[in-house]
């Protein structure tokens, strides 16, 4: 059944070859799923050598867990280990039919980086950015092609979780739109087709709940407690939820909702303190257990 709002999956153009901009724990994570899931040759780009090595390390070491679980054959292994590469020139992408973007959350930034990628690129190639919460249009914007851009939301753990959000702009066109879609669908996700407005829709209705979680403990109610009493109904506490999406995101996530809507949503100061004390989330690992 085709999804909600998705274009005739005629229009959708092959996808051959990926590029992922940034080699962070998102970005392998998406080229190790685009390797696996479409078995297209999958180029990551980062800054320096060392993220670089860093990003594909991360894909190699995940392969290495799949075959140990006997989920992927020894050849299946070496094919996807094969199939990823990471450089730090974008001329890799010249000829790829898709790059998405997984890098620093800022407007600027992204930008930037999507004028180079369109430098190298051909101009039927589609940008997409895993942006959480930033405007696809204003994204876009700027670029020579902006109909071709068009946003990916994907969730952490990215080989686990199930959705994907499709994000048109107001300048894609059906072809992007209709190549995003069968994408998600080679990757086996649930496509829904979202609004470009502040956070989309699944990160505002997740915004409101970890908003008011962050307001409860705000107001004296440790961490612990808050996250037990959410057993049950969520299949992560909140707050080891925050520790895998990685504080930073939240609290520009819940900034991101509160400029669009005001007082509906709470920034947390402690989030803010958290963020700004460089600590990875409120307990020392991601595991419940000791507060940090
Ligand atoms: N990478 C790859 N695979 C992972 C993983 C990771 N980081 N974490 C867990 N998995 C895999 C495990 O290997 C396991 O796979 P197998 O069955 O093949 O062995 C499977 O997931 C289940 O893991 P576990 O049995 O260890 O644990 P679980 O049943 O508790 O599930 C979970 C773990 C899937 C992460 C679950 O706790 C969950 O769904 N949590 C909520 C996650 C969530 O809400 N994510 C959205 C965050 S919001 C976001 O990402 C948006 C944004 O813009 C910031």
């Known amino acids: 059944k085709r999804p909600a709002g998705a274009p005739d999956k005629g229009l959708a153009r092959p996808v051959t070859k990926v590029g992922v901009v940034g080699a962070g724990l998102m970005a392998s994570q998406l080229a190790l799923l685009f390797a696996r899931r479409l078995g297209v040759p999958v180029v990551m780009t980062d800054l320096d050598e060392?993220?670089?090595?860093?990003?594909?390390?991360?894909?190699?070491?995940?392969?290495?867990?799949l075959l140990a679980k006997r989920r992927i054959s020894p050849d299946?292994?070496?094919?996807?280990?094969?199939?990823?590469?990471?450089?730090?020139?974008?001329?890799?992408f010249a000829d790829a039919d898709l790059v998405i973007e997984a890098v620093f959350e800022e407007m600027s930034v992204k930008?930037?980086?999507?004028?180079?990628?369109?430098?190298?690129?051909?101009?039927?190639?589609?940008?997409?950015?895993?942006?959480?919460?930033?405007?696809?249009?204003?994204?876009?914007?700027?670029?020579?092609?902006?109909?071709?851009?068009?946003?990916?939301?994907?969730?952490?753990?990215?080989?686990?979780?199930?959705?994907?959000?499709?994000?048109?702009?107001?300048?894609?066109?059906?072809?992007?739109?209709?190549?995003?879609f069968a994408v998600g669908k080679g990757l086996k996700k649930t496509c829904i087709r979202s609004t470009d407005s502040a956070s989309f829709v699944v990160n505002r209705l997740l915004g409101r709940f970890m908003g008011e979680y962050s307001r409860v403990v705000d107001e004296g109610t440790p961490v612990e407690v808050a996250d037990r009493g959410v057993a049950g109904l969520a299949p992560m506490p909140p707050f080891v939820l925050l520790g895998l999406v990685g504080p930073a995101i939240a609290l520009h996530n819940s900034e991101t909702l509160h400029r669009a809507f005001g007082d509906r949503f709470f920034v947390s100061p402690t989030l803010r303190r958290l963020v700004e004390a460089g600590k990875r989330g409120y307990y020392a690992s991601d595991d419940t257990g000791r507060p940090v």
């Open 76 to 92: 299946t292994a070496s094919f996807l280990t094969g199939l990823v590469t990471g450089t730090t020139s974008k001329d890799g």
């Open 50 to 65: 060392e993220r670089v090595a860093r990003g594909v390390g991360y894909v190699h070491h995940e392969v290495d867990q």
């Open 111 to 180: 930008q930037q980086v999507f004028a180079e990628v369109e430098a190298v690129v051909t101009p039927e190639c589609v940008l997409a950015t895993n942006t959480s919460s930033l405007s696809v249009t204003e994204m876009a914007s700027g670029l020579a092609h902006p109909e071709r851009v068009v946003g990916l939301h994907f969730f952490n753990p990215v080989a686990v979780m199930p959705l994907l959000e499709v994000i048109p702009g107001e300048r894609t066109d059906e072809a992007t739109l209709a190549t995003a």
